[in-house]
């Protein structure tokens, strides 16, 4: 490959969006067990400073946030038990509690996401619907946001929901 060539790739590389693959339909509208989202702070702020008060009331607007968009699509979220849902760490990471759960209290679907704290600028936000008699993610996305604020949050949220969890596969 020329030199012009392996340069022309690399930028065509860079204007090219990542896209999380979308396989099979989006979840249909029914009851979940909506276990919120989960706060994983790996930045040296949260170390040394500890938990942050503006950080805790963003992660409960944003579990409103998305929990409202989801009723608005027909679902029918009940909150995870408190005692049940205790002594899991991270339900995305539980080795497959959450879908236990979930299925043992009659629901069809277990959403439950995170949010991880890279440095204040860069956030990473993901959500999971999984399938409670299977286990497997009917689907799951990931966006990296920029800016600790209430809004980056809605907003990184609205961009999964709609393009990665809700969209419809590409018919091409």
């Known amino acids: 490959m020329n030199v012009t060539a392996f340069l022309l790739a690399g930028l065509v590389s860079l204007l090219t969006p990542a896209v999380t693959p979308v396989y099979g339909p989006p979840p249909e509208p029914d009851s979940a067990l909506w276990f919120g989202l989960?706060?994983?702070?790996?930045?040296?702020?949260?170390?040394?400073?500890?938990?942050?008060?503006?950080?805790?009331?963003r992660i409960e607007m944003v579990e409103d946030h998305i929990a409202r968009a989801l009723e608005q699509r027909g679902f029918a979220l009940e909150d995870a038990p408190v005692l049940e849902i205790s002594p899991i760490k991270d339900p995305v990471t539980s080795n497959g509690r959450d879908v236990r759960l979930a299925r043992d209290m009659g629901k069809r679907y277990a959403i439950s996401g995170q949010v991880q704290k890279v440095f204040n600028?860069?956030?990473?936000?993901?959500?999971?619907v999984r399938d409670?008699?299977?286990?497997?993610?009917v689907r799951a996305g990931a966006v990296d946001i920029r800016g600790n604020n209430d809004e980056s949050f809605r907003r990184g949220y609205d961009y999964l929901l709609k393009n990665i969890i809700f969209r419809e596969e590409d018919t091409e």
Not at 38 to 55: K, M, P, Q, V
Not at 121 to 128: E, G, P, Q, S, T
Not at 132 to 137: D, F, I, L, Q, S
């Open 121 to 128: 600028l860069i956030i990473a936000v993901n959500l999971y």
């Open 38 to 57: 989960t706060w994983i702070d790996t930045s040296t702020e949260g170390a040394i400073n500890g938990i942050r008060a503006d950080e805790t009331t």
């Open 132 to 137: 409670a008699e299977t286990g497997k993610n």
